[in-house]
């Protein structure tokens, strides 16, 4: 302790402070999180200051829950900082949030209850949660994606009021017309599909009349219109070498968009890939369920092995986590989600000088389609490595082959002319 307060005078000073009981405990948990020792000091000063705050304002420490934190974080201000327009926070910012988690756990501060009071809107959204899990089945996401508009469609109708008898065709019309305004002509079908589906339950629970939902308008799109979006192996080598394997999180990287591009992973799959999913005497990687709700087992490729190997032995924190992709800094926690693999993939093709090519992790999950399709694939053997329910889903490729299509194309009216 006396090393990280950096002498005994400090030591004493924060030790007899109204924190003094409780920062032994915020350092050790502070380094099990694996912060660093110069984080861990910024941490516990920040800590000790927020505690005399507290004092000085006449408050316990049973009392420093969420909003005061809050309070007292706001009555620091901001610093000047060369990008973000609104500044930064300043260190004493960082560490009382870690301290209440202290303080929760050691039964001085009593945890908030998660849920506020709820109202009409509030209710009717969980159901329709419950709805799209236990009787439609559809994943996170694509559930976080339904919520979202459902909202925006009830406070369309007038906020908290939740008078459903404003529910007509015209009204479902507009707000989709609205919506899909905003939006790229390939994610107009949000909307569209969210609405469905709100109306669809509301139907179920008769609280609106039947029929509404075919109200709901098509945003026109040619199906299979355009090529999936790829990598060619040039182009997949330059991102892949854009990756620093001097590093951690280049090792971390080069795993990630590895899988990708040669295994077809989701983003999603990736992120929640553990190390109990890897059966590396069978040389094979266990897909857990996610979009398509059903597992799948995919052959470990030699490249896909050794990025892995790569990532495990030399870049991978020490950590309990099962998870295998961990953040690169403290505290060494597995990635969040789908987003966050993506965003590493938008970061190397940027890199790569490829900017230009949308939907970075479904790029990459399109490269290995194709290179399948170029090696002679059936649409069968596609659809199970990158797990389609339906062969319909894996017909887009069918327009990558180039020299089979060429076979089958019928003499276009009028000859040559």
Known sequence: MEEAYWGPRTG???????????????AEILCIAGYRPSTIIRHLRAADKFGRWLKEHN???AEANAAVIERY?????????PTRLSGRLP???FGPKQLLAVLIEQRIVQPEEIEAEQGPLDELLISFRQ???????VSTGT???YLRYARLFLESLGGTTLDLSQVTADVSYEFVREQAAKLKTSSCQLPVCSLRAFLRFLTSRSLIREGLDRAVPTVRQWKLASLPKHLSEDELARVLNACDTQTPTGLRDRAILTLLARLGLRAGEASRLGLDDIDWKEGQILIRAGKSHRER???????????????????????????????SRPPYTPLKNSGSISSIAKSYLKRAGLASIGCAAHALRHTAATGLVAKGASFKEVADILGHQRLATT????????????QVTLPWPGGDQ
């Open 91 to 93: 260190d004493a910012a």
């Open 73 to 81: 974080i706001s009555s620091l201000g901001r610093l000047p900082h």
């Open 131 to 137: 709805y799209l899990d236990r009787t439609l089945g």
């Open 59 to 61: 408050l316990a420490l």
């Open 12 to 26: 004493t000073r924060i030790e007899s402070g109204p924190i003094g009981p409780y920062v032994a405990r915020l």
């Open 395 to 406: 017909a887009i490729y069918a327009k990558l082959d180039i020299e089979r299509l060429a």
């Open 297 to 327: 087992i995919l052959p470990l490729a030699k490249e896909v092995g050794r990025a892995l190997v790569a990532y495990l032995k030399r870049g991978r924190p020490n950590s309990s986590q099962r998870m295998i992709f961990l953040r």
């Open 143 to 145: 559930q976080q994606t």
